[in-house]
């Protein structure tokens, strides 16, 4: 089973600022075949990147997806008030595992 | 629209069985792939299998297996998930979510039920 690890677990930073969330693989994720995904409380997931860099319909500009092999990486280059959220790598390369999380808190 | 809409909330005892549908709309039900992935109070999200809504062949996780069925039934565009032995950790809201791709076996998730929680407890 390949295993996500996001990192940091918490990020605290103002609207505006830029974010930065990492997700490592503990082997290569085939194809590049991994997403992320937004969660708010109370809500389902969102999905907001396919294949590592393709942006979902309908997903702002300021959300972008780069990385292969082992290193992934989610970057919001201005957050707005309405992104602080959890947020999930998932690879569906080889069967399906999800990272455990990254929260973006209002600092 | 496009949309999944699961049923509603379950309370359980422990030994019992759980069945949650997910009810598709919008869009051609035998052409995407359906997951359904879990998620416990508090913690990150599970995936527990897949099921083939064109001609009803499905996958789990070794966890799983023995414990997990899914159904699905064209005549509703309505997939089911049956969990049985359940036991507290499976406390949980529990999602159905579509692929992204028609006819691709897993990839990422366009589209998510809302959600139904699952409590389990004596």
């Known amino acids: 089973e390949i295993v996500l690890t996001q990192s940091p677990g918490t990020l605290s930073l103002s609207p505006g600022e830029r974010a930065t969330l990492s997700c490592r693989a503990s082997?290569?994720?085939?194809?590049?075949?991994l997403a992320w995904y937004q969660q708010k409380p109370g809500q389902a997931p969102r999905l907001l990147i396919y294949g590592a860099s393709s942006r979902a319909t309908g997903i702002p500009d300021r959300f972008s997806g780069s990385g292969s092999g082992t290193d992934f990486t989610l970057t919001i280059s201005r957050l707005e008030p309405e992104d602080f959220a959890v947020y999930y790598c998932q690879q569906y390369g080889t069967s399906l595992t999800f990272g455990g999380g990254t929260k973006v808190e209002i600092k | 629209q496009v949309q999944l809409v699961q049923s509603g909330a379950e309370v359980k005892k422990p030994g019992a069985s759980v069945t949650v549908s997910c009810t598709a709309s919008?869009?051609?039900?035998?052409?995407?792939?359906m997951h359904w992935v879990r998620q416990a109070p508090g913690q990150g999200l599970e995936w527990m299998g897949i099921i083939n809504p064109n001609g009803g062949t499905t996958s789990y996780p070794q966890k799983f297996q023995g414990r997990l069925t899914m159904t699905r039934d064209t005549s509703t565009n309505t997939v089911y998930m049956e969990l049985s032995s359940l036991r507290s950790e499976d406390t949980a809201v529990y999602y159905c979510?579509?692929?992204?791709?028609?006819?691709?076996?897993?990839?990422?998730?366009?589209?998510w039920g809302q959600g139904t929680m699952v409590t389990v407890s004596s």
């Open positions: 979510a579509r692929v992204n791709d028609y006819f691709a076996i897993t990839g990422a998730f366009d589209v």
């Open positions: 082997q290569s994720v085939r194809s590049s075949y």
């Open positions: 919008g869009y051609t039900f035998t052409s995407y792939y």
